[in-house]
């Protein structure tokens, strides 16, 4: 028995120690290594996957604060080795809305020219990622929200929501990137129409497609199809996968790393186009003529269901 072994087992407090350690390590699902904040990373100990969470209320629209945030903990993703990472939200309903409105209506330029920059940086981490990722999309994902999660590798999705690139919708052209990401994923001719109609499809309708790669009926189901999916790498050395996978989208990267501060300009144009800030002008005043009405449509709805006529029980008599 060499003295190492003698030592550690004539202590009994440290055999103690590390047999509770083994004892308990199945019992850690996820152990957070942050407290709180706009982005939550926990980590389950027995798998090294780290689970993501977009955590501002009431829908995650992106703004330079989340983004800065959510770039941060690729960051800490990375930096801890991560075997893999699941990417979700903690709204109950929604992925996340896409990008916030209001850094591009009537924006202080200063910091819209960060905003597009966080994106950037977020979409370079994300879809150039080295670890593994799937996205347990638990909501609508319109927009930015579409875009994330077409950087992940795989997605599953909860039934009755929407998902897609609707920024024609909105009078705005998504940007190259953009389109590069949905034709990763989808048949081109298929992604050229979703992007010029700026379509939202159901989850049935983006499975078919090809958009999400199964669907969930909750949002633990949904995670535990993406753990599922990282699993399959475990016997795949790590440094070919991710080098497979840097090097099938080295060109989509490179593409956005050669002309950042023109595509940060162009940006800038855009959103300093009249045209375009009628149009963000015009479907905030309906975000807010919708968010002041929601409370008499749900009124209404539980009046319907009070006066609605219950069908009477058909009787049999013998």
Sequence with gaps: MS??????????????????????????KYQSTKSGGLV???VNDKTGYALVTLNSPPVNSLNLELLTAFSNAL????????????????SPTVFTAGLDINEMYKPDYARARKFWSSLQDCWLKLYGSSFPTAAAINGHSPAGGCLFAMCCEYRVMLPKYTIGLNET????????????????????????MALTLGTLFSTEE?????????????KAEAIAKCEAFLKRYEKIPQMARGATKQLYRQQDIKELESSRGADVELFITTIKNDKIQTSLGRYIAFLKWKKRLKPLIQFVSYVTRLVKPQKKKKTTTT
């Design 3 to 28: 003295a190492i072994k003698l030592a550690f087992n004539s202590w009994p407090m440290s055999r103690n120690l590390f047999n509770y350690a083994r004892s308990n390590v199945n019992k850690v």
């Design 40 to 42: 939550l990373i926990d």
């Design 75 to 90: 960051d800490e993703v990375k930096n801890n080795k991560s075997k893999g990472m699941i990417l979700t939200s903690s």
């Design 169 to 192: 919708k909105l009078g705005i052209v998504a940007p190259a990137w953009f389109m590069a990401s949905m034709k990763n994923t989808i048949p081109i001719r298929k992604a050229e």
């Design 206 to 218: 983006a499975l078919k497609l090809g958009l999400v790669d199964e669907i969930a009926k909750d």
